[in-house]
């Protein structure tokens, strides 16, 4: 058997829909992160400051009792949002990110972003008082492939705005290619990724050789194996800019498993097995807390959590469940196609 000691791990991307969805999953994520950044796309958007408001209200109503959480909240961009009321939502403590959404890219995303020059008030006014901007790196455009929009964002969007906004702090959310990789490592300052637990552990094969498997469908899609070991080689460097965005999306498995099925990998049960899996694989333990605890609070200029966790190795695999039961259907959990044996375990949560 072999232990591991890291501070409390957050996760800086996490989905947690809202009424008997929220109740049914948040527990997972409250009893393994210490604190998340919650995305704002419900099917009514977290657009203002006084939603996010009432939205942590309701994250906060549904924990369970003992579970220490915090969820950061995010304001919802649109080429509506004021820049106002999102510096207001900042001053305030509330606000930590605003996401920029391109119109129709993912779930709930057709109130986004259709005309960048139509939200640069808003990125001016956020570039100015230091708070940060998640994009969704994709192009909608229909005539570029699914498995290029990345790229092409990139260089249509990305690169122009980071040229213009020199000082606005961007996280480019779930990177899925080499493309992604290199972009950030070639800034200096104000840019950082998440990496998600699913993209460091499938690729398109996954989900379309053999077979379509809906429960490895999400968005960005996954790509090639090439890409894949570009994303695993930059989360295990050290590099700081890079950061764990677990990207963790339910939907009821009817949702997923129809004729048009919703993206989406929820992973907040055995995410912290997969990602200790992956470092021990690489030879990268030693930096396995970089990633879960310390590189994505720096960027957000958080203090790491204090709380201590501990890792242990067990000789035989573990048992996660295949699906869990919420109030708004049953949800199927991320299988990574791989033995697990990393737990955790904590002073004041069973596990």
């Known amino acids: 058997m072999q232990s591991l000691v890291t501070r409390r791990p957050d996760d800086w991307h996490l989905h947690l829909r809202d009424g008997a969805m929220l109740e049914g999953i948040l527990p997972h994520s409250s009893a393994n992160f210490a604190r998340a950044l919650i995305m704002p796309n419900l099917v009514r958007p977290v657009i203002r400051s006084v939603d996010a408001a009432a939205y942590r209200n309701r994250i906060v109503a549904a924990l369970p009792i003992g579970h220490s959480f915090e969820p950061f909240m995010t304001l919802y961009l649109t080429e509506a949002t004021d820049p106002t009321d999102v510096e207001a939502g900042f001053r305030d403590g509330l606000v930590c990110a605003v996401k920029l959404y391109p119109a129709g890219a993912t779930t709930n995303s057709d109130s986004g972003v259709r005309e960048i020059e139509r939200v640069m008030p808003v990125l001016e006014r956020m570039a100015k ?107 295990t460097s050290g590099d700081r800019r890079f950061f764990l965005g677990t990207d963790s999306a339910p939907h009821a498995d009817p949702t997923k498993e129809c004729a048009c099925g919703c993206a989406g990998i929820f992973t907040a049960i055995n995410t912290i097995s997969c990602v200790a899996e992956v470092f021990e694989q690489e030879g990268a333990l030693d930096r396995l807390e970089g990633f879960i605890a310390i590189n994505g609070a720096a960027f957000y200029g958080r203090s790491p959590n204090e709380e201590r966790i501990t890792l242990i190795r067990d000789a035989e695999p573990l048992k996660f469940p295949t699906k869990i039961e919420t109030g708004a259907g049953m949800v199927t959990v991320f299988d990574p196609q791989m033995p697990l044996r990393w737990r955790t375990k904590r002073a004041d949560i069973a596990t």
């Open 129 to 235: 008082i230091g708070l940060p901007l998640c994009v969704h790196g994709e192009v909608t455009d229909p005539a570029v492939d699914i498995f290029d929009r990345e790229a092409v964002f990139i260089e249509r969007l990305l690169l122009p705005l980071r040229e213009r906004l020199p000082e606005l702090r961007i996280v480019m959310e779930h990177i899925t290619t080499k493309d992604g990789v290199d972009f950030v490592a070639s800034q200096t300052k104000n840019t950082a990724a998440t990496i998600t637990t699913h993209h460091l552990i499938i690729n398109r094969n996954t989900v379309l050789a053999g077979g379509i498997r809906p429960h490895y469908y999400c968005l960005p899609i996954v790509k090639r194996e090439s890409h894949r070991l570009s994303l695993r080689a930059a989360a």
